[in-house]
């Protein structure tokens, strides 16, 4: 399934979980990879991208679906979402907190995540 075909709203979370759990990373952000469409999503993909973190991106501009089954996924009303390893990290604030204090380096290098920086 792709996040144009979805329907119903328990299609979707199937979808979610099943993405989120055949990736180890897995961000849900308005646009994509290096072509992030807002400040939000932008600094957690260059998060990611300084860490040398290869992750799922799933635009939810594609799919409103996708965009309020993963607010409903997570009970989190905000975009974007980072997941490792199947849990939910957070959003931006959260990351940028986690990244400036090391925290996020850490838990990736403690799940086993490959990348390909430091911090």
């Known amino acids: 399934?792709?996040?144009?075909?979805t329907t119903g709203a328990t299609d979707v979370q199937k979808w979610i979980k099943d993405t989120i759990t055949a990736n180890d990373v897995v961000l849900f952000m308005k646009g994509r990879k290096n072509m992030a469409q807002c400040g939000f999503s932008h600094r957690v993909d260059a998060?990611?991208?300084?860490l040398g973190v290869d992750y799922k991106d799933?635009?939810?501009l594609d799919d409103a679906g996708i965009r309020d089954g993963i607010k409903a996924f997570t009970n989190w009303p905000t975009i974007p979402q980072l997941y490792v390893k199947g849990e939910f990290i957070g959003g931006c604030d959260i990351v940028m907190e986690m990244f400036q204090s090391g925290e996020l380096h850490q838990?990736?290098?403690e799940k086993g995540v490959p990348h390909t920086n430091h911090g």
């Open 58 to 60: 799933v635009n939810v």
């Open 1 to 5: 399934m792709t996040t144009t075909q």
């Open 47 to 50: 998060v990611l991208q300084h």
């Open 107 to 109: 838990l990736i290098h």
